[in-house]
């Protein structure tokens, strides 16, 4: 499976960006597609996942609310809405494939995407 990112930019806070991570190979089972993020100076961290099969959705704490992940199963690609966004926002994001628990328990992914820059300005 090769992913491939785009979407991310430079965005004032409070303002909206939406990534997307278009993957080469079709995800199936329990599979899922997710997005993790490294802020300057720290360690990569979990966004959010979802389930292939049954588009069930998975955002941590610090995103809820703000962040929504979906997915569109005929190309197939998977989007991260960010809205209100936060200086702390700030960071590379990188789409991810793996079984969902290793997403979301592990985090941990089989496949990585490159990542995408995004800056949010106060």
């Known amino acids: 499976v090769q992913l491939q990112a785009s979407g991310g930019g430079l965005v004032q806070a409070g303002g909206s960006l939406r990534l997307s991570c278009a993957a080469s190979?079709?995800?199936?089972?329990?599979?899922?597609m997710g997005w993790f993020r490294q802020p300057p100076g720290k360690e990569r961290e979990f966004v959010a996942a979802?389930?292939?099969?049954?588009?069930?959705?998975y955002h941590a704490d610090s995103v809820k609310g703000r962040f929504t992940i979906s997915r569109n199963n005929a190309v197939p690609t998977v989007y991260l809405q960010m809205n209100n966004l936060k200086p702390e926002d700030t960071a590379v994001y990188f789409c991810?494939?793996?079984?969902?628990?290793?997403?979301?328990?592990?985090?941990?992914?089989?496949?990585w995407g490159q990542g995408t820059q995004v800056t949010v300005s106060s």
């Open positions: 190979g079709r995800p199936f089972g329990d599979y899922g």
């Open positions: 979802i389930r292939w099969s049954s588009g069930t959705a």
């Open positions: 991810a494939a793996a079984s969902v628990d290793s997403l979301t328990i592990k985090r941990q992914a089989d496949y």
